[in-house]
């Protein structure tokens, strides 16, 4: 082999990996899990919705669980700070200041790719974990901030159940959409915390 040849291979093997297209095939990759499931999903799929060549997606990730995981795990926060939600001063004005429209159609996309995985998590520890950690708990975590605001305010009883009280209006918006494969809306969401919620937690609401 020639010195220019060996020179040229050690200077391919050395190429740093070009990272610029990770978000863009990731975001992908969400789409088709959203709409084909895990099973039907593939990475000629991920690579055609993002314009990409089926080598560039394998360079990055050796196999479609890889990948599901990565896209997974780097989900992109809605324009709510899950850390520090609303804090209006009462518990109905905190749960509606969460409702909105942009964040119900994030959720209807997140709820559409746990949908998409459900056949796997089951089988892959990992891949439960991750969900939990992007789809689940950052809702989770922000009503039981919630919830504990109406405790230490004396809004709701010490002894309530925020555990089940944070997983109604979760639940109720799963089963629609997933199940009854029925779209969220704003009012049906601020009549699932007037209707069920505040009665679940001991309150008569007055609505506005």
């Known amino acids: 082999m020639a ?12 190429r740093k990996r070009d990272h610029t297209r990770d978000a863009e095939i990731l975001d992908a990759a969400l789409d088709v899990l959203a709409e084909e499931g895990y099973d039907g999903m593939t990475i000629d799929m991920v690579a ?9 997606v394998y360079r990055r990730w050796a196999s479609k669980t890889d990948l599901v995981l990565d896209a997974v795990a780097c989900l992109k926060p ?12 009462t518990l109905r004005g905190d749960l509606v200041a969460m409702v909105k429209t942009p964040t119900i159609r994030e959720s209807e996309r ?23 950690a992007a789809l689940v708990e950052p809702r989770a975590g922000a009503n039981r901030i919630i ?10 009883p ?28 704003r009012d049906l969401a601020i009549a699932t915390i007037d209707r069920v919620i505040l009665p679940a937690a001991g309150i008569r609401p007055t609505t506005n």
């Open 3 to 14: 010195q220019t040849d060996l020179l040229e291979g050690k200077a391919r093997l050395g």
């Open 48 to 56: 055609a919705r993002a314009k990409a060549g089926k080598a560039t």
């Open 78 to 89: 809605n324009d709510i700070d899950y850390a520090s939600p609303p804090d209006t001063g």
């Open 110 to 132: 997140k709820l559409k790719i746990m949908g998409g995985i459900v056949s796997m998590i089951a089988r892959d520890s990992e891949l439960a974990d991750a969900a939990q």
């Open 147 to 156: 919830f504990q605001r109406a405790v230490d305010r004396g809004e709701i």
């Open 158 to 185: 010490a002894d309530s159940d925020i555990d089940t009280l944070c997983m109604i209006g979760p639940a109720m918006m799963t089963y629609r959409s997933l199940m009854l494969q029925l779209p969220a809306s």
